[in-house]
């Protein structure tokens, strides 16, 4: 699942550096996570990097976005393809 920003968030910026895949911004009144972006950092770390950072414990999983782990995986395998310029277009199939 990708995770998602409650509006117990503080804005108080310590995440968004911390999101292996830059899912996090700054959204209109809190902070945001895009779940095309969120692979719950598998891939990257073994536990969420912004949920270990976040003073105020609210980022849970986003039931909207539900995904097993091999999603997740494949999800981060297409953002680093796509990153790497001349693997893009393998990443969309
Ligand atoms: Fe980023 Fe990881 Fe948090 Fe998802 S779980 S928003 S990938 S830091
Ligand atoms: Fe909001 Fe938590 Fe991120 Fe701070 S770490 S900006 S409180 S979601």
Known sequence: MA???TDECI????????????????GTEIYVID???CT???GHFDKPQCVEVCPVDCIPVDPAHTETRAELQLKYERLMAAKVPG???AAQG
């Open 87 to 89: 693997t893009a277009q």
């Open 40 to 42: 719950e950092c598998v």
């Open 11 to 26: 804005n108080c910026d310590v995440c968004e550096p911390e999101c292996p895949n830059n899912a996090i911004s700054q």
């Open 3 to 5: 995770l998602i920003i």
């Open 35 to 37: 779940p095309a972006k």
